[in-house]
């Protein structure tokens, strides 16, 4: 049923560390998946917690921008830091879907916010 | 205009939570549906064919480097020949498929009809019932300031032109949930969910060109592509990654003298037959002759079983001269690792292995007897006997029954 699970970035045949690296289309399509899942995951526990801690307008995108670092970090060490293993660019754990969670983590922020302080 | 409004409770109790709860129902109600009422379609035949064909132009694409230049030539060939090519399509045929296909073929078109309408229904009658019941008082303040000119969107209901724009109407409270509750949608409803319209009606419009465009697509692919192959690079590769491997077991080096296994009287004596018998097998691995003649008694007798000859060398020279052989025979890859497992007195019992430098695999085990005596001070080894056990029947060790045969050689020419 739910296919979020974080913990399990499966590895990659890189078949030429040099010139060409080619790469398994499925693995590579369930890494970015997986991280699609973590960031959804991650910027919806961020808006609930900007909620509740009663951020306003930029402070919220702050700790949004912050929240998605974080994730970013956590990500590049659960593939061991050698990411090319994993992905085919540094771009893909760090910048992918960044602004992808955006909308959710203003709902819930919205939500919680308005659950906690303007109950 | 800065001071916060107090909202009634019940706001938040009866407008805001069963709007949300509402939508994720009816989000996840629309995802069943429609799996349930896709599960009709019979594929085409020509179309699968079609599809199958150009994953398979594709692969031959991605991985052509890794076939030689012949092979991939003829691939090529088959794929894009003029006469017969399956990717070729002649003109004519061209440009009728997809339109036609789309509209005259009424599964697909009820298809789409279904699928739209699993999309737009649900969205029209959720937004129709928030208008009629939620309309006309703030809904929830939104935590972020935003322009005037958002006032028009957000607050609909609103007819206060001095009320913050942060407090908006449900409407909007409608439509922040249809945007933010996709990344939920996909958590709780796995990777395949009928959520997501935008990126739905995306595929609807590729859908019809995609078999006979995208044939000539990957015709010009093959077409361009260049053959640069791989396979001489890969030696290096696989050297580069066996030198990794082998800085990871640490050298131990090829005398590990593990004393706890040998048993034996003690004595000063013992340590210096021992001693002497792991120079030798030093020198072995240094492939030092001198250090190796040094050891060798006088009178050194040698027997060793993996030589058919059978006749014992006696005397240094002779020693030495097939000590010199074996060392030539084992080249520069193949060491002893030894294992003294006995030693009383002058005598020394050693169990040894020949392995492969680099990676450790055992060629060949065998066990040695050495009898040493003192001759002017210094202990020198005057018996050997090696024995080596029968690997013969084994095949990756017929390795060394080839440095047997050539050993063998070798002396009796010597001899005779």
Request: hydrophobic residues 45%; charged residues 20%.
């Amino acid at each position: 049923m739910a296919g979020h699970d974080d913990s399990s970035v499966s590895e990659k045949k890189s078949n030429d560390i040099s010139d060409l690296p080619t790469f398994n289309v499925e693995n590579m399509q369930s890494n970015m998946k997986v991280i699609y899942y973590s960031r959804t995951f991650m910027s919806i526990i961020g808006g609930v917690i900007a909620g509740v801690l009663g951020f306003t307008s930029l402070m919220g995108f702050i700790f949004y921008f912050l929240v998605m670092a974080i994730t970013s970090v956590g990500l590049a060490a659960k593939a061991g830091f050698s990411v090319h293993s994993y992905f085919d660019s540094w771009n893909r754990i760090i910048l992918d879907g960044f602004l992808g969670g955006l909308m959710s983590f203003v709902l819930f922020w919205t939500f919680a916010y308005d659950m906690v302080h303007i109950f | 205009m800065a001071e916060d409004l107090v909202l009634d409770t019940a706001i938040r109790d009866w407008v805001l939570i069963p709007l949300s709860v509402v939508m994720v129902l009816i989000g996840v109600l629309r995802y069943f549906v429609s799996k349930l009422m896709r599960s009709s379609q019979t594929p085409d035949l020509k179309i699968v064919k079609e599809g199958q064909v150009i994953v398979r132009a594709r692969n031959l694409r991605a991985a052509a480097n890794f076939i030689p230049l012949k092979a991939f030539r003829a691939r090529k060939a088959y794929f894009t020949n003029e006469e017969n090519g399956l990717l070729h399509v002649p003109k004519g045929q061209a440009a009728s498929n997809p339109q036609a296909q789309m509209f005259s073929d009424p599964n697909m078109a009820m298809d789409m009809m279904k699928k739209n309408l699993s999309m737009i229904i649900p969205q029209t009658l959720t937004f129709a019932w928030v208008n009629f019941f939620f309309s006309g008082f703030v809904a929830a303040k939104i935590p972020f300031p935003l322009t005037q000119r958002f006032r028009s969107m957000l607050q609909n209901g609103i007819d206060l032109s001095t009320v913050d724009v942060s407090y908006v109407s449900s409407r909007s409270w409608y439509f922040l949930n249809l945007f933010g509750l996709r990344g939920l949608f996909s958590l709780i409803l796995g990777e395949e969910n009928a959520t997501d319209d935008t990126q739905r009606m995306m595929q609807m419009s590729g859908f019809g060109f995609d078999p006979s465009k995208s044939l000539g697509a990957e015709k010009d692919g093959l077409d361009i592509i260049q053959h640069d192959w791989a396979m001489p690079k890969f030696e290096q590769r696989a050297e580069a990654v066996l030198r990794k491997l082998s800085r990871f077991f640490p050298s131990h080096s090829s005398l590990s003298v593990i004393a706890r296994n040998a048993k034996g009287s003690g004595g000063e004596e013992d340590g210096r037959a021992l001693e002497t018998v792991l120079k030798l097998y030093t020198a072995i691995k240094d492939r030092d002759l001198d250090v190796l003649s040094d050891v060798i008694g006088e009178e050194c007798r040698c027997v060793c079983n993996f030589v058919s000859a059978f006749q014992p060398w006696e005397g240094k020279a002779q020693a030495l001269v097939f000590f010199s052989y074996l060392l030539r025979k084992l080249g520069e890859h193949i060491d002893f690792v030894v294992q003294p497992t006995f030693h009383d007195g002058m005598t020394v019992g050693v169990h040894w292995r020949l392995e492969w430098k680099e990676t450790k695999i055992t060629l060949g085990e065998g066990f040695s007897f050495y009898m040493c005596h003192v001759y002017h001070g210094k202990v020198l080894i005057k018996n050997v006997e090696m024995f080596m056990e029968p690997l013969l029947h084994i095949e990756p060790l017929r390795l060394v029954s080839q440095y047997e045969h050539y050993i063998t050689f070798q002396l009796n020419e010597l001899w005779n």
